[in-house]
């Protein structure tokens, strides 16, 4: 009599996105010989496909799982059947066939299941029936990813039967393989995952306690429903009978205990689609053999949460960066901490320049000093009436949109300040979303007003210390004053309402003695009408002022925030690879009656608001300058979550490609091997080793590129080998120029220091010494790293390891997670209150911060997603798939418009991208000129596996509709190029045409290649069968 029973595994999460093949063992090439001892076979996740082949065997359990690292998406786990095993068997016929299943949905609760197996001998019609015991289903132990013996496969052979016919019936397979039904004579079983569905079960995170039994110990992480589950123990006596006169036998199989307490969780979980195959092979023996085969696989964990900041590192950066002071200095009235808070390109920029007068973007608000006429600082709200649109166009779209300026709507102040030498401001708290100003008395520093400005606060707010008398003036005629009550106030906090050019302002005074003795009144002021002055002075009176919502009925919620205001902002979260919850942390002071605050967040994120946190959504919304309409949370946190696009990888992708999988034809091969010998045949460290920062950074990626297509895509074994050892002799290079690229140990960052020499000339390397562009330039450096770790690592080698110190610093500079890493500040460009970067630094401009190339921003984020791959940190890779998703919708909401777009002014729509954004406006254009196919080519650049999901096939197909296909004949030199490779995400066979002219390299831009845009435009057409 003859059993098998077989036990599937699941693939990782880089097995989603691509195949590498298994380390299988054949079953025809297991010998008689092979048989008589034991044999191990180890399989270890890394692909989509998982085939174990084996002969008859009983199938026990081993051994607690140890940790190993390994990115993982998936993970589920189940014992195998404990099968009786015949003790006489001479030999086993297998036969060719097939079977393919679907399971449409996943068994979210746990069962002890039990199955039996029916065999017949084709000599004796009797039949037997072999009762089988499974233990409980259960997935793996927590953690990034483990390693598990998942069976070990015993089988005995013996002598006088043959011609066995018959199935054997598997139970469920863990939480996410079918019921599936394996005829006898298989020999292999191929278990794939099918990603076309998604569903979501209770996952429960269980530790194991003590086990009874010293051959087992297990932690599980048990499917089942919120509970304390125990897994129990039995003993199982069977009696088998055999064929051909052997005796009969009792045997005994021991199953253990072990119990474990359960936590719930929510996962997304992957139902499978499941083949079944088998090849052919007999094995034949005189006498009793038996051999045992253990697999080992690795089982990704999806049900895993790693913390989305880790610090990258936490040391100092490598000696090969030479130390640096960096000429250029924050204003003398800014108190901060060298390195850690080094913010060059956070939205208050302006309050650390120069004379400090410039203002404050901190939307809704724009804040500022005001030393003329009125003194103290100043406040102003715009609104959508507001808007101004200028210099119109010949097709009659305006080529700016802005907001007016200098609005003094509120100024806080005192009776004490009636000239610019009464007072002085200082700066300190610099953080990554938040800075702190002070405005102190010149003739005595006990008086003080001190506001906190932070993203997204509700309620400006001025806090009084000392001997000062409030006063609060307008530069916009205060028409009249009204003292209000309200039931949802909390003890001290009175309630005004002022109507400033018949706009109404709510002002809330908390008074820290919770009585009545300060009040508010009117006086005619220095400015245009009346101001509001306290009767008395009290230390720590807190004012707040906002604008009213447009309907009374929703004050209720600014009373119930009034009395607590916030002081600081902070990010944190967690992902498994698949999802990223992240929350918006909001330190407060004060109390009201709700506990909680008043905050903005902007049109980008109300999607991504998670259902925990929907409920504190009170639906008023206030204009927010150039990023739409905020809307208003009662909450001091906002829960978000995200589902990451674990397609994008190395090669190319488009959203066309559906569930098709790119390919590439023979003779496509041949065109891109033809194209990269080509091109290859220069010193990559020659062509560079003269240029900037940015262009640097573009060409060595340019090579990179061609690389990873010699690599990954022609695998020609000689020409990657070639171009790898070009592309490493340059990085080598680049890193042993130290004086190259250096450590600024005044703001905490990596800078060239080619402009030096001016705070307005940086034409030498676009200000990378003042702090601009950084992540366009080391975007492009990073990615390059990421493509010679990746395809070094391939052929055996360990450059990314060897200089993962050098590349992390080039991360840190731009995107510091943690505060433990107290040389660099957190997230210097990335704005996670406004969804993308600021590319300008040191700039003291009244308009703001801005950002250019939108394109270059996401470079960077993927660019570290890549590298994150190739060192295995995956903190930093989720951080980057979270940053992704948040981009991709800053993008469709504020700089790239599609025809639905109803964030931005319907007036500038039809221009199709922003041009230049500014902090107070959108200027349709470029740093470098007019040109249609610079201001929307710079919105491309560089074309990348990212770009499709940034780019949707819609807006592509209304920007090249309406702005760029009438337009192409007349564009010149690489513009023209980059065009036409963004074409190929909605018509990649009219790009892959273009590409395969004879004079497609005559419009490549100097960091595109004309390898890599025929692998973009020709592996979509070919898979999409195009071509």
């Not at 380390?23 to 010989?33: A, C, G, L, P, Q």
């Not at 199938?59 to 006489?88: D, E, F, G, H, M």
């Not at 992540?775 to 450096?781: P, S």
Request: charged letters at 15%.
């Amino acid at each position: 009599m003859f059993t098998k029973s077989f036990f599937a595994v699941l693939l990782s999460a880089s097995a989603l996105i691509q195949a590498a093949p298994l380390n299988k063992r054949d079953v025809t090439s297991i010998s008689e010989s092979d048989l008589a001892i034991p044999h191990t076979v180890t399989e270890t996740a890394g692909s989509d496909v998982y085939t174990a082949v084996e002969p008859a065997y009983v199938a026990t359990l081993t051994n607690r799982p140890s940790r190993i690292s390994s990115p993982a998406v998936v993970s589920k786990l189940s014992t195998s059947t404990i099968q009786p095993s015949s003790s006489s068997i001479l030999s086993e016929s297998f036969v060719d066939s097939s079977e393919t299943s679907t399971v449409s949905s996943v068994i979210s609760t746990t069962s002890t299941s039990s199955a039996s197996s029916t065999f017949s001998d084709n000599n004796d019609d009797s039949s037997y029936f072999i009762p089988s015991v499974d233990v409980s289903t259960f997935l793996s132990e927590t953690g990034t990813t483990t390693t598990s013996t998942l069976f070990t496969l015993t089988s005995s052979t013996g002598a006088g039967i043959s011609g066995l016919t018959g199935t054997i019936v598997e139970t469920t397979i863990g939480t996410a393989n079918p019921s599936t039904s394996i005829p006898l004579a298989s020999s292999s079983l191929t278990v794939s995952v099918n990603t076309a569905t998604l569903t979501t079960a209770k996952v429960i995170s269980s530790t194991s306690s003590e086990t009874s039994q010293e051959l087992m110990t297990l932690t599980l992480t048990q499917a089942t429903a919120l509970s304390t589950s125990k897994f129990t123990s039995e003993s199982v006596f069977q009696t088998t009978k055999t064929l051909n006169t052997v005796s009969e036998t009792t045997q005994t199989f021991g199953y253990y205990n072990t119990s474990t307490s359960s936590v719930s969780t929510s996962t997304a979980i992957i139902p499978t689609s499941t083949q079944v195959s088998s090849s052919t092979v007999t094995v034949t023996s005189a006498s009793v053999i038996s051999s045992t085969y253990t697999t080992i696989a690795t089982i990704p964990a999806s049900e895993v949460n790693i913390d989305l900041f880790q610090a990258i590192e936490t040391d100092a950066v490598p000696s090969s960066f030479n130390t640096i002071e960096n000429v250029w200095d924050f204003n003398s009235n800014v108190d901060w901490v060298e390195q850690s808070e080094g913010y060059t390109n956070k939205f208050y920029i302006n309050l650390l320049l120069s004379d400090q007068v410039y203002p404050a973007f901190v939307y809704p608000y724009v804040m500022w000093q005001s030393v003329s006429t009125l003194y103290g600082f100043a406040v102003q709200h715009t609104t959508s009436s507001d808007y101004t649109f200028a210099q119109y166009m010949d097709n009659g779209n305006p080529r700016i949109f802005t907001n007016p300026l200098n609005q003094y709507d509120i100024v806080f102040s005192s009776t004490s300040f009636n000239s610019a030498n009464d007072f002085s401001m200082s700066v300190k708290d610099l953080d990554v979303a938040s800075v702190s100003v002070t405005l102190t008395e010149t003739s005595d520093s006990a008086n003080y007003i001190y506001l906190p400005i932070v993203e997204g606060m509700g309620l400006t707010t001025a806090v009084y210390h000392g001997s000062l008398i409030p006063r609060i003036d307008s530069g916009m005629n205060i028409q009249s004053l009204t003292v209000e009550t309200s039931n949802n106030l909390a003890a001290g906090v009175s309630k005004y309402r002022i109507y400033i050019n018949d706009i109404a302002w709510i002002v809330y005074v908390t008074n820290p003695y919770n009585d009545d003795t300060f009040s508010l009144s009117t006086t005619y002021g220095s400015g245009n009408g009346y101001s509001l002055i306290g009767n008395i002075a009290i230390d720590g009176l807190v004012i707040q002022a906002t604008v009213a919502p447009d309907n009374t009925d929703d004050e209720e919620y600014f009373d119930k925030a009034a009395g607590m205001y916030v002081t600081g902002f902070s990010v944190d979260g967690t992902s498994n690879g698949v999802t990223s919850t992240y929350y918006y942390n909001y330190d407060t002071e004060g109390s009201s009656v709700s506990g909680s605050p008043l905050v903005y967040i902007l049109p980008h994120q109300l999607e991504a608001v998670s259902s925990a946190s929907s409920g504190a959504n009170t639906g008023i919304t206030i204009a927010a300058m150039t990023r739409g309409y905020a809307t208003a949370f009662l909450s001091a946190s906002i829960e978000f979550t995200e589902t990451l696009n674990n397609e994008i990888s190395w090669l190319p992708w488009s959203a066309q490609l559906g569930s098709s999988t790119l390919k590439y034809s023979a003779d496509l091969i041949q065109q891109l091997a033809t194209a990269a010998t080509d091109e290859l045949s220069v010193d990559i460290w020659s062509s560079i080793k003269s240029l900037n920062s940015y262009y640097l950074g573009k060409v060595i990626d340019k090579y990179a590129y061609i690389t990873l297509v010699c690599s990954d895509i022609i695998e020609d074994s000689d020409l990657t080998a070639s171009a790898l050892t070009n592309l490493k002799d340059a990085f080598n290079s680049l890193i042993a120029d130290s004086g190259y690229l250096n450590y600024d140990d005044k703001f905490g960052g990596i800078i060239a220091n080619n402009d030096w020499s001016s705070i307005t000339d940086t034409s030498d390397d676009f200000g990378n010494s003042h702090y601009n562009d950084h992540h366009f330039h080391y975007g492009y450096i990073i990615h390059a790293a990421a493509v010679l770790g990746h395809v070094d690592s391939l052929n055996g080698g360990t450059w990314a390891e060897d200089n993962k110190d050098w590349v992390n610093a080039l991360i840190r500079d731009v995107a510091n997670p943690s505060k433990d890493d107290t040389h660099f500040p957190l997230f210097r460009y990335f704005d996670w209150y406004t969804g993308h970067s600021w590319a300008s630094g040191l700039d003291y401009n009244i308009n703001g911060l801005n950002e250019e190339s939108t394109s270059e921003d996401y470079n960077f984020a993927y660019g570290m997603k890549m590298w994150a791959e190739v060192i295995g940190d995956n903190s930093m890779k989720y951080r980057a798939d979270t940053m992704i998703q948040i981009l991709s919708r800053a993008m469709e909401s504020y700089f790239l418009f599609d025809d639905d777009n109803s964030i931005m002014p319907s007036e500038i729509i039809s221009n199709k991208v922003a041009g230049i954004s500014f902090q107070n406006y959108l200027d349709y254009t470029t740093y470098f000129g007019n040109d249609i196919s610079y201001i929307h080519g710079i919105q491309m650049i560089p074309l990348t596996p990212v770009s499709g999901q940034m780019r949707s096939v819609d807006f592509v197909t209304q920007e090249w509709d309406e702005m760029l296909s009438s337009y192409m004949p007349s564009t010149a030199g690489g513009w023209r190029g980059l065009l036409r490779l963004n074409q190929a995400l909605i018509d990649p066979k009219s790009s892959y045409e273009f590409f395969s002219s004879s004079d497609a390299s005559d419009y490549l831009d100097n960091g595109m290649s004309l390898t890599w845009s025929l692998a973009f435009s020709g592996g979509l057409a070919y898979s999409l069968g195009l071509i």
